[in-house]
């Protein structure tokens, strides 16, 4: 079993950076890859930004690329989500995410992750 637990979730204004940390426990070492999910209010939630735990490839979605920058410490087992220039469609509640099985480009859908976090909400405001 692995534990997701996320921090550094706020309130910020449109333009503005957040950065998000998730930290593991338990059976890391089972942890092929691990990303971020977001959900808005009435929305599905969808795929952020994801990263292979032990080579280190990020992958984005359209959405976040080139504002966001996903990054691991694996020494503390931790998985950073470095937001920038945040706008107001960005308000969600941020998920992270870890996947055992070793596909790479990582998956879309959440239900191809094995282990979630309780989520913490990024609000922008515009």
């Known amino acids: 079993q692995v534990q997701l637990v996320e921090s550094g979730g706020g309130l910020v204004q449109a333009g503005g950076s957040l950065r998000l940390s998730c930290a593991a426990s338990?059976?890391?070492?089972?942890?092929?890859?691990m990303g971020w999910f977001r959900q808005a209010p009435g929305k599905g939630r969808e795929f952020v930004a994801g990263?292979?735990?032990?080579?280190?490839?990020?992958y984005y979605a359209d959405s976040v690329k080139d504002r966001f920058t996903i990054s691991r410490d694996n020494a503390k087992d931790t998985v950073n989500l470095q937001m920038n220039s945040l706008k107001p469609e960005d308000t969600a509640v941020y998920y992270c995410?870890?996947?055992?099985?070793?596909?790479?480009?990582?998956?879309?859908?959440?239900?191809?992750?094995?282990?979630w976090g309780q989520g913490t909400q990024v609000t922008v405001s515009s």
């Open positions: 995410a870890a996947r055992t099985f070793t596909t790479w480009p990582p998956p879309l859908a959440p239900s191809e992750y094995d282990y």
């Open positions: 338990g059976r890391t070492s089972s942890m092929y890859a």
């Open positions: 990263i292979r735990r032990i080579l280190g490839n990020t």
